[in-house]
């Protein structure tokens, strides 16, 4: 049975669905006032194994990622621009849907703009206000009252006392409380706003997640997910408002992905080392990636470096050096017993380390029986193709993997060209041209191996 580390709880929980065999999920998506980084990108990748997952389990999910296209940030990129903040927020938007599509991150079944929901949060905060959770300040904004809630707290598992004393919260003379956090601020001149019953202005961050929920999944749902840098205060305010205005549990299970380091220090703009989906595309590729960023348990921080992205390549052309020149059929419909491993290890957490584990011993069985029994040997292909398909990976075909990784120093009709030039000089016993033809394929970054079906290379 599936098992999950439920946030709330800090400890596993067999997944029961509110509806049975169906799943119901949300995460927080992105802010779109700048290109997508590799800390979006990890998120990104862990909640689309998370859902290939169920519905390979034959669940189904109905996914839902927003995007916040109204906020501080994308006011003052979109003012320092020029351009109307609409079409900042949709030209990236186009651009973080590119970068996720190359690292084969399926789409959500909806991807909801805060902005469509302007009128669901106003109802929310019109509720809040009747009952005497929200009150407006002095300044026209509306505020969210915590120490009204009394569970508020309870997914960081800290009292309201522990919260204040450890808060890094700006002191605005308007509040009650320095934890109170806005529903809705009053617009200042020139920034876009909506009508409300409290004056033109636009949502608060927080509110706006509580209505698409609302709205896309319901009062009450299975999994609410992001990264763990939203767990406080963003998710434990999602909780606060919208159990208190609909009087009933919000998200049963709360899901969080550890952070990316880069050579172990934390990502960050002011040390030089941000990086951008693009950046790292332009010098890894996608798959590479992806294999990287589900490499690690989802919980756990991991480490972007060279080295990481290269040990994922090195894992990845084994996987497919194992796949080479193996006919594709279909795999056995009865569970083989790495499928079994597969699915254990998956359903512990979705711990993808363990599942990336089994791929391993099933390409040494492969690499065992390619010459012995190659209907067999087919079968273990056709398995790896499928679970390596649930990780949202080893789809490619495999020569075309293995000779398109970073761009060649030639093409491929030249490297073909020197491989049956070596052919030649085999056939001869020429053993020095041959190897001279090897030495210069070397140079070219080229590896070859000689097999029983021919000469095989690729890159690196």
Known sequence: MLEIYNSLTRQKEPFNPIEHNKVRIYVCGLTPYDYAHI???????????????????????????????????????????????????????????????????????????ATEYIQEMQDIISTLLEKKLAYIGENGDVYYHVSHFPDYGKLAHKTLTDLQAGARVSIVEEKENPLDFVLWKQAKPGEPYWESPWGKGRPGWHIECSAMTKHCLGNHFDIHGGGGDLKFPHHENEIAQSEAAN?????????????VNINQEKMSKSLGNFFTIRDVLAEYRAEVIRFFLISSHYRSPVNYSQESLENSTAALNRFYTAMRGISQVLPPETDSIYEERFIEAMNDDFNTPIALAVLFDLVHEINRCREQDMRYTEELVA????????????????????????????SHQEIDDLIAAREVARAEKNWAEADRVRDQLTALGISIEDTSQGTLWRKG
């Open 39 to 113: 800390g979006h990108a990890r998120t990104a990748a862990v909640f689309d194994v998370t859902v290939r997952y169920f519905r390979y389990r034959h669940y189904d999910v109905y996914y839902v990622r927003n995007f916040t296209d109204i906020d501080d940030k994308i006011i003052q990129r979109a003012h320092d621009n020029n351009e109307p903040y609409t079409e900042l927020v949709a030209r990236f938007i186009g651009a973080m849907r590119e970068d996720m599509a190359a690292l084969s991150i399926l789409p959500p079944d909806v991807e909801p703009l």
């Open 247 to 259: 009087e009933e549990k919000f998200a049963n299970y709360w899901i969080h992905t550890g952070m």
């Open 383 to 410: 398995i790896l193709r499928k679970l390596g398909g649930v990780l949202g990976l080893l789809q490619d075909e495999p020569n075309v993997f293995l000779r398109g990784g970073a761009a060649l120093q030639s």
